[in-house]
Antibody, heavy 121, light 109 residues
Framework: QVQLVESGGGVVQPGSSLRLSCAGP????????LHWVRQPPGKGLEWVAV????????YYAESVEGRFTISSDLSRDTLYLQMNGLRREDTAIYFC??????????????WGQGALVTVSS | SYVLTQPPSVSVAPGQTANIPCGGA??????VHWYQQRPGQAPVLVLY???HRPSGIPERISGSNSGNTATLTISRVEVGDEAEYFC????????????FGGGTRLAVL
């Protein structure tokens, strides 16, 4: 079992920045893709971003491209999501997830518990 | 970008079979993965590669995928199966590859 733990959520004003962290057990990221998925209150899941454990293969949802940046620190077994220019519609629970599979398809066997981000004035 | 369509809700009586569809253009050519989410909890993977069950998922849960529809089937439905179910694919040809369906609420009446 791989336990992922998010942190860094909170209440921020529109236009602000916030960085989420996702910590995993030692060496739990190597060889996998790392993803962020979000869920607005009472709504469905939305994929946000992905990166390969080695730092390559970074892709973003259209709704966040140019504002959010995914990164990782393998020495700390930690995944990050830097969120700039936050908008009210970014309000959601943000989950990190480890992606299994291969380049043609990934699925999420392990998820964090989620971090709530609220964008409000 | 690729779109997955799910009905908002499906209702079934205990002991019956629930079929939850997930529609997408030529979805049969893709691998479909399914998640169960209970209120206040993170999603849980229940099927991957169309019909493979992770360890701990009961055999009552199965899947199929052909043409333009993938289906999650839950046999002998129990009250504990009441949850939201999401389908997911990876559109590797897209710059925005991660795709989820809108989710289906399974009500056990």
């Amino acid at each position: 079992q791989v336990q992922l733990v998010e942190s860094g959520g909170g209440v921020v004003q529109p236009g602000s920045s916030l960085r989420l962290s996702c910590a995993g057990p030692e060496s739990s990221f190597s060889g996998y893709t790392l993803h962020w998925v979000r869920q607005p209150p009472g709504k469905g899941l939305e994929w946000v971003a992905v990166m390969s454990y080695d730092g390559g293969g970074r892709y973003y949802a259209e709704s966040v491209e140019g504002r959010f940046t995914i990164s990782s620190d393998l020495s700390r077994d930690t995944l990050y999501l830097q969120m700039n220019g936050l908008r009210r519609e970014d309000t959601a629970i943000y989950f990190c997830a480890r992606g299994s599979g291969h380049s043609a398809t990934y699925f999420y066997e392990y998820w964090g518990q989620g971090a709530l981000v609220t964008v409000s004035s | 970008s690729y779109v997955l369509t799910q009905p908002p809700s499906v209702s079934v009586a205990p002991g019956q079979t629930a079929n939850i569809p997930c529609g997408g253009a030529n979805i049969g050519s893709k691998s479909v993965h399914w998640y169960q989410q209970r209120p206040g909890q993170a999603p849980v993977l229940v099927l991957y590669y169309d019909n493979h069950r992770p360890s701990g998922i009961p055999e009552r849960i199965s899947g199929s995928n052909s043409g333009n529809t993938a289906t999650l089937t839950i046999s002998r439905v129990e009250v504990g199966d009441e949850a939201e179910y999401f389908c997911q694919v990876w559109d590797s040809t897209s710059l925005h590859p991660g795709v989820f369906g809108g989710g289906t609420r399974l009500a056990v009446l």
